[in-house]
């Protein structure tokens, strides 16, 4: 069952997906990054390796044993920008896609982010031509730049990365 504090007000089929895994340590099974196997272990302890119990959350939706989502919170220690954090990786499984589970995710990150680390503003940096920007703008997201062509995906296929911002205040 979910964590009442990772719901909002009016709390959606895909909030009582969200896990308690709030905090490092605490989820003892994490998705793996697609690939062939010796790949995703690599980039599986690569990520892992980057999280620091003081500085990071990874934060998880789980439907009975399975994992339908997750998502990477971090922030930086350093003081000028010690007051915001920055979101990587949110992440659904295909099968769950559309029912809410990436939004049930950003609203418990959001909560972590303000009540746990005491954040004041949320960065991110997303692919363009997605869709990602309605995405996030319906949960409160506002686009502040773009890096054009930053990202090439193959030689014919160059996006621009999309900078937002959440206000936390």
């Given amino acids: 069952m979910a964590d009442r504090s990772y719901r909002s007000r009016s709390p959606t089929p895909a909030d009582r997906l969200l896990d308690r895994g709030r905090q490092l340590g605490r989820r003892r099974r994490v998705p ?15 990520l892992l390796g980057r999280l620091h119990p003081q500085h990071s959350r990874l934060i998880t939706a789980g439907l009975g044993d399975g994992l339908a989502g ?14 915001w954090g920055t979101v990587h990786h949110l992440q659904t499984h295909p099968e769950f896609r ?18 746990e680390l005491g954040l004041e503003q949320l960065h991110l940096a997303a692919r363009g031509e997605e869709g990602l920007e309605s995405f996030y703008s319906r949960l409160g997201w506002r686009e502040v730049g773009r890096w054009p062509g930053a990202l090439r995906l193959a ?9 937002m911002l959440l206000d936390l205040l």
Wanted: charged fraction near 35%; avoid cysteine; hydrophobic fraction near 30%.
């Fill in 32 to 46: 793996l990054p697609a690939g062939p196997r010796r790949r995703r272990r690599a980039r599986h302890g690569q």
């Fill in 70 to 83: 997750w998502v990477v919170l971090s922030r930086d220690p350093y003081r000028l920008v010690e007051h």
């Fill in 98 to 115: 559309g029912r809410g589970v990436g939004s049930a995710l950003m609203r418990g990150l959001r909560n972590i982010a303000r009540d």
């Fill in 155 to 163: 030689p014919d296929d160059t996006r621009d990365e999309v900078l």
